[in-house]
């Protein structure tokens, strides 16, 4: 098979873990960096050119777009999907699960367990806001931030309201969310593949931080799911149809609730905690879409 992992380095852990994965099972491996893809959108005949030269049209695409370039990196997928290749997620299911308003509204229509989550168009109703969420303390969130960029605790109402009002001032769209207290700054991340859960983890933060991404200075122990969280992770997944997902939790008193569903999940906590080779399951679902595409 012939595989194009689009992906702004070669060596990042991630990346270059599925290119290991993938030419251990003899596939063809080519990595791009989409933001130097050029798109040609021409009737019947799509294409891309990259460093000058039109690329032959794979037989599937592992996006690993991230955060930053998320409207770029999805119209490449896109123009790979125009052009019949199959990608492990498709363009709209990144965008989807990469706007955290949208992805909680789909997640909560569709059942998963939530923190109680509030988003206004930049009202000054500080006190209603803050009691829609059950008070203080609370968290607020950027809508497209990532490995808990973007993520601040308010500990009080006002500070809750300070920073509230100064994200409406920069024109900054936030959400407000549940604090769970009970959850001890840890959470879990469970590796969705394909609809199964192929690896999972407890994250914890450092001392004083309630955030748990191991971006941010945190640690992760191989944890086992219990059934209703192993469900809860599936659900997510396949809520957003997402193919590969990295999807987080919290334990609480209500059970699992679901806080964030990554479409590009980084492998190096996850296979350094918990010694599965996850890249090779997720080549392993590849090879297994195409087929049956």
């Known amino acids: 098979m012939n595989l194009y992992i689009l992906s702004r380095n070669r ?31 021409e009737k019947d005949n799509p294409h891309v050119i990259y460093h000058g030269e039109q690329v032959e049209i794979p037989s599937a695409i592992i996006p690993r777009v991230g955060s930053s370039v998320s409207f770029y990196g999805s119209s490449v997928v896109r123009q790979f999907e125009m052009m019949g290749t199959y990608s492990v997620n498709s363009s709209d299911a990144i965008l989807r699960s990469r706007d955290k308003l949208e992805s909680m509204q789909i997640l909560s229509k569709s059942g998963v367990g939530l923190p109680v989550t509030s988003f206004t168009n930049y009202s000054d109703d500080f006190e209603q806001i803050i009691e829609s969420v059950g008070g203080t303390p609370l968290v607020i969130k950027l809508i497209e ?79 086992e799911l219990t059934p209703e969280e192993e469900r809860s992770a599936i659900e997510a997944a396949a809520a957003l149809k997402l193919n590969v997902a990295g999807v987080d939790m919290l334990r609480s008193f209500k059970g699992p609730l679901v806080i964030e569903v990554n479409s590009s999940p980084g492998l190096e906590g996850v296979e350094g905690a918990t010694g599965i080779d996850v890249a090779t399951s997720i080549v392993k679902y590849i090879e297994q879409a195409h087929r049956n595409s």
């Open 145 to 223: 931030g990532t490995q808990g960029l973007g993520v601040l605790l308010a500990e009080n109402d006002s500070s809750a309201e300070s920073v509230i009002e100064a994200f409406n001032k920069l024109k900054a769209r936030v959400i407000v969310q549940e604090f769970i207290k009970e959850s001890k700054g840890e959470d879990i991340r469970a590796i969705v593949v394909g609809g199964k859960v192929v690896a999972s983890m407890k994250r914890k933060g450092p001392p004083g931080e309630f955030r748990s991404n191991i971006h941010r200075g945190g640690s992760g122990t191989a944890i």
């Open 11 to 41: 060596a990042l852990y991630s990346t270059s873990r599925l290119v290991e994965a993938a030419e251990d099972r003899g596939h063809h491996v080519r990595v791009l960096d989409h933001l130097h893809c050029n798109l040609v959108i």
